[in-house]
């Protein structure tokens, strides 16, 4: 898919007002996905994920700021995270499907975040 140049500015400026609660989002998001996807906590046997860890909240800022760096790398997304699919691909073993739920439930989050939370200007 190919944005326009209108397009990528929006994904900019959305992203400059989430990019400020990157830790609340994040852990709000993963604390979402495994509550409506229980299986996905089978891939962090070694994390706490009770609500509000310490483990959880610092993974929720690595998957917003990898997701800050695409956002940086808006023409070559695909070369900004490769290294990151590689790991969860290869290494990690990560099923697919579970990004699109989890891609569902970080929109999701920043959605509420946008509409329930005041509003960063």
């Given at each position: 898919?190919?944005l326009t140049?209108?397009?990528?500015?929006?994904?900019?400026?959305?992203?400059?007002?989430?990019?400020?609660?990157?830790?609340?989002?994040?852990?709000?998001?993963?604390?979402?996905?495994?509550?409506?996807?229980?299986?996905?906590?089978?891939?962090?046997?070694?994390?706490?994920?009770?609500?509000?860890?310490?483990?959880?909240?610092?993974?929720?800022?690595?998957?917003?700021?990898?997701?800050?760096?695409?956002?940086?790398?808006?023409?070559?997304?695909?070369?900004?995270?490769?290294?990151?699919?590689?790991?969860?691909?290869?290494?990690?073993?990560?099923?697919?499907?579970n990004f699109?739920?989890?891609?569902?439930?970080?929109?999701?989050?920043?959605?509420?975040?946008?509409?329930?939370?005041?509003?960063?200007?």
């Amino acid at each position: 898919m190919t944005l326009t140049q209108a397009e990528k500015a929006a994904v900019t400026t959305i992203w400059a007002k989430v990019a400020t609660q990157i830790e609340a989002i994040g852990l709000e998001s993963l604390e979402r996905l495994f509550a409506s996807y229980p299986q996905t906590k089978t891939y962090f046997p070694h994390f706490d994920v009770s609500q509000g860890s310490v483990q959880l909240r610092g993974h929720g800022s690595k998957v917003l700021n990898a997701i800050g760096e695409a956002v940086k790398n808006i023409d070559d997304i695909r070369g900004a995270l490769a290294k990151l699919s590689e790991l969860h691909a290869y290494i990690l073993r990560v099923d697919p499907v579970n990004f699109k739920v989890s891609g569902h439930t970080f929109r999701d989050e920043n959605y509420q975040s946008q509409n329930q939370r005041p509003q960063v200007i």
